[in-house]
């Protein structure tokens, strides 16, 4: 094992019969890093002798099919080498979760804290800040959503008696409103005292506290 190459999942080979190239991403945020380009001599030459063989065919044309058996063979270990050099130059930008197994970049995926990937391990300053971004939002559109001749009709005027029809005209009511919109009727009992404020029952004539009749 030991000629082995070891390799990652989160690459893309882009090499050609001209060079080599790979890219290597992260598997987070799938930001990542290319390899500069690295030409192959051979093939390089080997698609010169296949440019001639199609001009003039001969010995250019048997040049051609020698140079495809070398690049088969010197191709691949040249893409061998290109690959582990490869690895090894972008391996410093990268490092493997223990919990997860995930490739990830170090500068924007890593929390060095916890020596986990933010994945496993998110950043708590940056989690409170979204959480309360989140919240204002929905704030924002609970309040939107109660139109401003609704906003009577919230819970804590639930429970005043809120009327369908004008007691004296019985045109419907479309609001919570204190008077008819047709008659100008009063809508709201009174319920409280007018000498000492406090809160009347339903259909009392004279104030608990006072005395003082409604």
Known sequence: MGDAIKFVSNYKDESTDNGFQFEFYCDRCESGFRTRFKSWAIGTISNAAETLGDMFGGVFGTARTGMEHV?????EKAHDNAFENAINEIKPEFIQCPRCQKWVCRSGCWNNKKGLCKECAPDLGVEMAAAQASKSVEEVWAHAAMAEEDKKL??????EGIRATCPKCEAP?????????SC????????CCSGCGAKLTTNAKFCPECGKKV
């Open 71 to 75: 690049r088969s063979a010197a191709w």
């Open 154 to 159: 919230a819970t804590e005027n639930w429970r």
């Open 173 to 181: 009511l479309e609001s919570n409103s204190k008077f008819c919109p």
């Open 184 to 191: 100008g009727a009063p809508l709201k009992e009174k319920n």
